[in-house]
């Protein structure tokens, strides 16, 4: 019998107590349990992709099984992605989705990455920033980028099983995940979508595969095979009784807009303080400075504060974006650009970091956040370390 994961184990829990009153063939329950999760993958692939492995010889696809368990997770070099979700959303995307949007800005606008959820777990991507929001209808959760509708079927919980499935082949690793509630996207934040979240947290699935701690980052050994929730929402709407956390809260209205340098305190009995560089969008350029200043004026920002990462508060979080936003002066520039330049002539944020990375091997830079890091080859393995 193939490997049966357990996630089918849970899947098959949950049938045979459904059927409890009739005899059961437990291969068939695996039959129809893996039949149930190839169909909710199937449903999440438009956010997921799909998972077609790892060769042997990847350095990427399990590298924290390197890592000693007593490892702080705040010690380690975790590269992710920013508006992960983002990754499918091209001008065809977008137009096969104008019945429910009407009309937008160019794709290039909001695509951020070009690789899929398990195409970057493979690649050694271990945060994932995503944003959510209703889907059409207003029903199910679903994944936006401003007023970018990335799939309206795909619903939060596949995804998850997407997460649940990869940690069960790949139990060495542990993946944050940052979960943010997506404005501009013309659907309601209501007390329906918080509740629907909380209790999505609560369930027997969450328990088994979300870290349960509240208010602190632990050890690689505790969050190995699981999701680690960096909370960028708010249950602003629900009652103070539902007052049950897992993972960082890191609360919005502490997180200053375009900041170089936040300073978040997540736990204020332990004293415990995520360093956070968020800045997007380049307001001190004139509007038509243009590409290379742009991006000069964004890596100088980006390696400030990893330089800190490398010297200060190391028993801390330092979370770096190296992604920038679009901006429409002319001429333009786009997440794309930002990250990767303009031709030759003008390398992006994330070639001209390759170098800094590889200077300051061994160094804590803690997460960074990326957009199209794969069009860098070898980005990634500098941020870790390999
Ligand atoms: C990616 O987008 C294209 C164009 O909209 C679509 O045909 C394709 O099915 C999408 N890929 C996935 C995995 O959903
Ligand atoms: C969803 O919410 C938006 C904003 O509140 C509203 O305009 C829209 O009609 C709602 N859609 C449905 C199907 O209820
Ligand atoms: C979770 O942690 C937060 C911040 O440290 C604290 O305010 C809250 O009371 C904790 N909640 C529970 C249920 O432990
Ligand atoms: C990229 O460079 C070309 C010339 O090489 C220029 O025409 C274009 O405006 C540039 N685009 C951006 C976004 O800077
Ligand atoms: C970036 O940093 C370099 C080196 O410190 C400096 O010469 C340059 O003026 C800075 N550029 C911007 C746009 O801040
Ligand atoms: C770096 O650390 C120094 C010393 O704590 C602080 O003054 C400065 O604001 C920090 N800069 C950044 C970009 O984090």
Redesign the pocket.
């Known amino acids: 019998m193939a490997p049966i994961t357990a996630l089918i184990t849970v899947f098959t829990l949950a049938v045979s107590m459904c059927a409890s009153a009739y005899p059961i063939n437990n291969n068939e329950q695996v039959v129809l349990a893996q039949a149930a999760l190839t169909e909710i993958l199937n449903r999440g692939a438009p956010i997921l992709g799909y998972d077609e492995g790892c060769s042997k010889k990847s350095k990427t696809c399990d590298w924290m099984a390197k890592f000693p368990d007593n490892t702080k997770l705040v010690h380690m070099n975790l590269p992710g992605t920013h508006d992960a979700a983002t990754w499918n959303y091209s001008d065809a995307t977008q137009a096969s989705l104008f019945r429910y949007t009407g009309p937008a800005k160019p794709a290039s606008v909001y695509r951020c990455q070009e690789r899929s959820l398990f195409q970057s777990l493979n690649e050694g991507i271990r945060v994932f920033d995503l944003r959510y929001a209703y889907n059409p209808g207003n029903d199910t959760i679903g994944f936006h980028h401003s007023e970018a509708l990335l799939a309206p079927h795909t619903t939060l919980e596949d995804v998850l099983f997407g997460f649940y499935s990869w940690l069960d082949k790949h139990p060495t690793e542990a993946v944050l995940v940052s979960m943010n509630y997506e404005g501009g996207t013309g659907t309601p934040n209501d007390a329906a979508l918080q509740e629907h979240l909380y209790n999505l947290f609560q369930s027997n699935l969450a328990k088994k595969y979300w870290v349960q701690s509240n208010g602190t980052l632990g050890i690689l050994g505790q969050a190995r095979g699981k999701l680690t929730l960096l909370q960028r929402f708010t249950y602003t709407l629900l009652p103070s009784t539902s007052s049950k956390r897992i993972g960082i809260y890191l609360d919005g209205a502490h997180w200053s807009d375009n900041g ?2 936040i300073e978040l305190v997540y736990n204020q009995a332990e004293n415990h303080v995520a ?1 956070i ?1 968020d800045y997007y969008y380049m307001d001190e350029l004139a509007a038509d400075a243009g590409t290379a200043a742009n991006v000069e004026l964004k890596y100088n920002v980006t390696v ?2 990893l330089k ?1 990462a490398t010297m ?1 508060n190391h028993d801390q979080l330092y979370l770096s974006f190296a992604s920038a936003s679009h901006n429409d002066a002319v001429p333009q520039v786009s997440p794309r650009t930002m990250a990767l330049g303009n031709g030759t002539d003008i390398p992006g944020v994330n070639q001209k970091l390759l170098p800094w990375f590889k200077e300051h091997k061994g160094k804590r830079f803690g997460v960074v956040m990326l957009d199209f890091y794969d069009a860098v080859p070898g980005l990634v393995e500098a941020i870790i370390g390999l």
């Open positions: 170089k340098a360093y560089e400030a504060h800190n200060y």
